[in-house]
């Protein structure tokens, strides 16, 4: 008879080890825990074990530091690593160390039992050995603690053990630059260029001979593009739906055949890069409308990486804050501190700016008001300046009517419409924009239950789910 699997569990909150003895015990694994990570390597050393589940910080020492000298002292012995210091720099640790898993607490109980099968049965790969050298301190601006941003740091951590096409997706002021650049600071090619070209801000006639190079007559030679200067790095194509379709012809040869000529050259390069690319444009409608090829879209969009907007993760919005007032001390502004007030302002605002609006406004507040605690009649009269449309204050949102804040909405589709921008499916945008955030946030209010947010929302369980997957929420049941 084959024994079962033996399990080792080390987390410091006893709590989190009676959940996993139990949980794992019910699907018919053996459990040992402890709080200990001496204790933890101890029991590796001796030989015990067919797979540790390990938390990151403990009393007694650190479960990432140990990840690398369990995979090198037995190297068949899978590593998941889970950590409430949910953070970029963790999980890409974890990753290119050699752990199996990097999972985010809390987490779901489904989820880590997955997890757990696949560690016990998929083959120990030659890839799997940890790094030789490590990546970087974080020192990249990517703040969130976030379910969705949870969801970001595994795929940058993923990502950066290859070296496949990434296509980052997002609006305007989401940081879809700052993860092209944690994709190549924590990558295989950290030690070569990166080299961002910004489609939108180069002249159509002169993308080609930007991104190529281009043949000078006489005896000036030949003046190298963005592909030639990022060699053995990333190229990242910023604003890659304003490409123009004859660069577009040429990128995807480049992308099917490995090598380019420079404009007015003969010889052929090779174009030894990682390709990023990054847009705050729908490509799909642009493919339908024929704007974009879709042949090339699916070249660059090997691994989609959708960034959320703020609205979608308010939560993050104090960490965010407070990360900006650093940031402003460090350059020499003054001390200031948000009280209660000024951070429920600000996680009622909706953001259309996203990220960097919201950096923009404390870089603002710092430097223009003289008083060390920032409170909420700051934050409103400084969301009252003129922008892109009115800001509604929060007393007149609690009364308005739904229908008026959505008929305002769809006024700004329709206007960008008769603008030019292609329009498409606008019921199904409309809906799936409001449904998202309804569910989302009951989701959040309920911890995450779908029992009872599927009661708040009236619907049926089943349908609750189905809408779940259909708009790819994510959700974090189990250990809280």
């Known amino acids: 008879m084959t024994p079962l699997p033996t399990i080792l569990v080390a987390d410091d909150d006893r709590s989190i080890r009676t959940v996993l003895g139990q949980a794992l015990g019910r699907a018919g694994y053996q459990v040992q825990t402890t709080p200990s990570v001496n204790t933890l390597w101890q029991w590796v050393q001796e030989g015990e074990g067919d797979l540790v589940i390990t938390d990151v910080i403990m009393p007694d020492g650190s479960g990432l530091d140990l990840v690398t000298r369990i995979r090198q002292f037995r190297p068949d012995l899978r590593v998941i690593v889970m950590s409430a210091q949910s953070t970029l720099t963790t999980a890409v640790k974890a990753t290119q160390r050699g752990a199996f898993e990097y999972l985010a607490k809390p987490f779901d109980l489904k989820e880590l039992l997955a997890v757990v099968a696949r560690a016990l049965t998929t083959p120990v790969q030659e890839a799997e050995k940890p790094a030789a050298d490590q990546p970087p301190e974080e020192r990249l601006p990517l703040i969130g603690q976030s379910v969705v941003m949870q969801g970001i740091y595994r795929s940058i951590a993923r990502l950066t053990t290859s070296d496949l096409t990434v296509m980052i997706s997002g609006e305007s002021g989401t940081g879809k630059e700052l993860v092209a650049h944690a994709l190549h600071e924590y990558g295989r090619r950290r030690s070569g260029p990166f080299v961002a070209v910004n489609m939108a801000a180069i002249p159509r006639k002169q993308i080609e001979s930007e991104l190529f190079g281009y043949e000078r007559g006489g005896t000036l030679g030949r003046m190298p593009g963005r592909f030639e200067q990022a060699t053995g790095g990333t190229l990242f194509l910023d604003e890659i739906g304003d490409m123009p379709q004859e660069a577009?012809?040429?990128?995807?040869?480049?992308?099917?055949?490995?090598?380019?000529?420079?404009?007015?050259?003969?010889?052929?390069?090779?174009?030894?890069?990682?390709?990023?690319?990054?847009?705050?444009?729908?490509?799909?409608?642009?493919?339908?409308?024929?704007?974009?090829?879709?042949?090339?879209?699916?070249?660059?969009?090997?691994?989609?990486?959708?960034?959320?907007?703020?609205?979608?993760?308010?939560?993050?919005?104090?960490?965010?804050?407070?990360?900006?007032l650093s940031q402003c001390r460090d350059d020499g502004g003054t001390y200031k501190i948000l009280d209660e007030s000024a951070i429920t302002r600000l996680q009622a605002w909706r953001w259309p700016g996203n990220v960097r609006e919201l950096e923009n406004l404390i870089r603002r507040i710092v430097a223009l008001y003289s008083q060390e605690t920032i409170t909420g009649d700051v934050i409103d009269a400084e969301l009252a300046e003129p922008l892109a449309y009115d800001p509604i204050p929060n007393s007149v949102m609690a009364a308005e009517p739904l229908s008026e804040s959505v008929s305002r909405h769809i006024a700004r589709y329709l206007e960008a419409g008769r603008d030019g921008v292609p329009l498409h499916d606008l019921h199904a945008r409309i809906i799936a924009e409001v449904e998202r955030p309804l569910i989302q946030m009951t989701l959040a209010e309920t911890r995450g239950n779908q029992i009872k947010a599927a009661a708040m929302l009236g619907l049926n369980r089943n349908t609750l789910r189905k809408k779940i997957r259909d708009l790819e929420i994510p959700v974090v049941r189990g250990v809280v």
Do not use: K, M, S, W
Not at 248 to 256: G, K
Not at 260 to 287: K, S
Not at 307 to 317: A, G, N, Q, S, V
């Open 248 to 324: 577009q012809t040429r990128l995807l040869r480049v992308l099917q055949e490995g090598e380019f000529t420079t404009v007015g050259g003969t010889t052929p390069l090779r174009a030894d890069v990682r390709i990023i690319a990054a847009t705050h444009r729908d490509l799909r409608q642009a493919i339908q409308a024929g704007t974009f090829r879709e042949d090339l879209y699916y070249r660059l969009n090997v691994v989609p990486l959708r960034l959320p907007p703020l609205r979608e993760r308010l939560e993050d919005i104090p960490l965010l804050a407070r990360h900006f």
